[in-house]
């Protein structure tokens, strides 16, 4: 039973251009979260989202970054005209419920803005 | 604001010795969970406890929950140097609108062979 795939793995971008990161949740898992870590830091929710919804986006930056989790297909979080603040550690989690349940972490995309 | 502050930040240790975390949150929750990651690499569920729970074991681990003073310990026992590793508290707060964790900023544990 494969865990949490995202990639890639290590993505670099120059400033301004697009980065756009996937994330497979586990099978039989229909609830994906983003979160993002700064080097020597904690991590900090982004976006909680359910097949084809957003559920709760209150810790995404309000422009340049977009996520969705289409019928088919992994999970993508989009980061449109990338700055060096970008620079980060961000992982994908799934459950297989809403709330309460533990969440399985994949072992995210480290993105280096240039 | 921050939900789960550990503490300490940084704790060096000998193999075999016992190492104990804490962690400090502000609003009330539904669960709270520990989470092991190494170095570049992502994060490892270790155990979840929930409100209405004291107490709990895995292995060598126990957590304990004390929701009166909003704070919860983690105690690895008889440590190894596999044990090296930032351990996060992340908390499920308990007016969530689905899930969500909120962090704290983890606690570096070395352990020397």
């Known amino acids: 039973n494969a865990g949490v795939m995202q990639n890639p793995r290590h993505l670099v971008r120059r400033r301004g251009q697009e980065a756009r990161l996937r994330c497979s949740p586990m099978?039989?898992?229909?609830?994906v979260y983003w979160y993002r870590q700064l080097p020597e830091e904690g991590l900090k929710f982004m976006v909680y989202?359910?097949?084809?919804?957003?559920?709760?986006e209150s810790g995404m930056p309000k422009e340049r970054f977009s996520a969705e989790f289409p019928k088919e297909g992994p999970s993508i979080l989009r980061i449109q005209q990338v700055v060096r603040g970008d620079s980060a550690a961000y992982f994908c989690?799934?459950?297989?419920?809403?709330?309460?349940?533990?969440?399985?972490f994949g072992p995210g995309t480290r993105l280096t803005v240039t | 604001s921050q939900q789960g502050e550990e503490d300490p930040q940084a704790l060096s240790i000998q193999e075999g010795e016992n190492a104990t975390m804490n962690c400090s949150y502000k609003t009330s929750i539904n669960n709270l969970q520990w989470y092991r990651q190494n170095s570049g690499r992502g994060l490892v569920h270790l155990i979840l406890i929930r409100s209405n729970e004291r107490e709990k074991h895995s292995g060598r681990l126990r957590v304990t929950l004390d929701t009166s003073k909003k704070s919860s310990s983690l105690l690895i026992t008889a440590s190894r140097a596999a044990d090296t590793a930032s351990y996060f508290c992340a908390t499920d707060p308990s007016r969530n609108q689905g899930g969500k964790l909120i962090f704290g900023q983890g606690t570096e544990l070395s352990v020397k062979p």
């Open positions: 989202l359910q097949k084809e919804n957003i559920i709760d």
């Open positions: 989690a799934s459950s297989p419920g809403q709330g309460g349940n533990e969440q399985y």
């Open positions: 099978k039989g898992h229909s609830h």
